[in-house]
DNA sequence: GTCTATAATCAGATAGAC
DNA sequence: GTCTATCTGATTATAGAC
């Protein structure tokens, strides 16, 4: 019931609409298309919230009408399916990693790119941020593999990444034997790690603790050096 | 459709029943107690094998019952619930935990002893015998802290393990700086480690390569050394 | 205890008025 | 495009005969 969004006021509509028949001009967005991607960013947002928080099998449709606090079939003209609100919803958390990573400096060390990373990638999650799919549904995984912007968003992040993994295993800061596919899964797996939450659960260490502990245990393992 | 136990056969029951009652002895498990034993070990094998191909949301208590051979409503004379029949599938892979873990040698070095249980529990991951269950859902968590073998199984498990962490952190084999719990939890993760099964999608290495490949960054890290 | 048949509920998706 | 109301199917759980 706690909708903590704001939807755009519905009684602004025939005055956007008079406003943007007057102004011919330059190809652009008019008001109501934009009015119309904020309502898409507020659904996606919401439904982002719920995967995080419940899962995508947890979270249900009704649940993100709500929280946006519109009608579930108004939900559905935006939408094709709940599986296709979950794509939009990883293309999302896919942009902003995106955006992350260009506001990286490039000079620093891969090495310690790759940890920066990986702490954004925790904090998110332990944010609530972090929307989480399950790998086992497979109408889930065959949504997934048909959104282009999807795999083009995941592509990018990992050769971004991938490069940094290369680079750092070419100055011998990274294990250079591992594979350099399962050093990317192994940071990837770090986004949705239950650990994270069993240690908040234990109410023995902050959120920040929290995130050196475990980056410290993906790069440095348990054994001692 | 495919059913994969052998049920024991029902026209056999008459025939035992009358034995059973010829003989008088002391309190021992009568044959249709053992029968019935017989089938609820059908049945949880069944789930366990379900839970771990599509996790708790995705399995149905219709599928569990067809791959047994029986109706769903005999299999809910055995298990009051899907969340009982869950924390059930639970229970016998902690039984299978305790009987590995009373199988190690004692003279073992404690470090080597942690491997060894964690290459156990990737292997029934990769092997499909690990019943996965979600961490999100409450009235699965709910109906887990009511069970006490189940609380009682993890407790004695976690008690063992624990024990070798500790021990190997004083001899300075497993990093002392971290705390015990979060080794045993960053232990207990790679049962469920999604890392594995993108691993065997690649397509380019073994089980066997994959679980020492997982292992290695798991104890030594990602960093070189 | 096992079965067939069914109740009860819930969730994804849609129809049709406005 | 948004709404109310509804459909449709799947799923947990149970009733009642044998």
Redesign the interface.
């Known amino acids: 019931m706690s909708s903590n969004t704001v939807p755009v006021a519905s009684n602004a509509r025939s005055a956007t609409a008079k406003i943007s028949a007057l102004k011919a001009g330059p190809p652009r967005v008019s008001f109501k298309t934009q009015m119309l991607q904020a309502r898409e960013e507020a659904i996606v947002q919401a439904a982002s919230r719920l995967l995080a ?3 995508f ?2 979270m249900t449709v009704d649940q993100v009408a709500a929280d946006v606090g519109i009608a579930k079939a108004s939900l559905y003209k935006h939408f094709p399916s709940k599986e296709d609100l979950a794509a939009a919803a990883m293309v999302r958390v896919l942009g902003r990693a995106r955006t992350f990573l260009a506001s990286l400096p490039r000079e620093a060390a891969p ?1 310690d790119q790759l940890k920066t990373v990986v702490r954004w990638m925790m904090r998110l999650q332990l944010a609530g941020e972090m929307p989480s799919l ?4 497979s109408t889930l995984r065959a949504t997934l593999m048909r959104n282009k912007a999807y795999l083009d968003g995941l592509m990018e992040a990992s050769e971004q990444i991938g490069s940094w993994i290369e680079q750092a295993q070419a100055e ?5 034997r ?2 350099a ?3 990317l ?3 990837y ?1 770090r986004a ?4 994270l ?3 908040r659960m ?1 109410g ?2 902050s959120d920040e603790e929290i995130v050196e ?2 980056l ?10």
């Open positions: 928080e419940k899962g099998d947890l090495l399950p790998s086992q549904n011998g800061a990274l294990d250079p591992l594979p596919i399962a050093v899964y192994t940071l797996a949705c790690d239950p650990v939450e069993f240690l234990g023995q260490h502990l475990v410290r245990t993906c790069f440095c393992g348990l054994s001692s050096r």
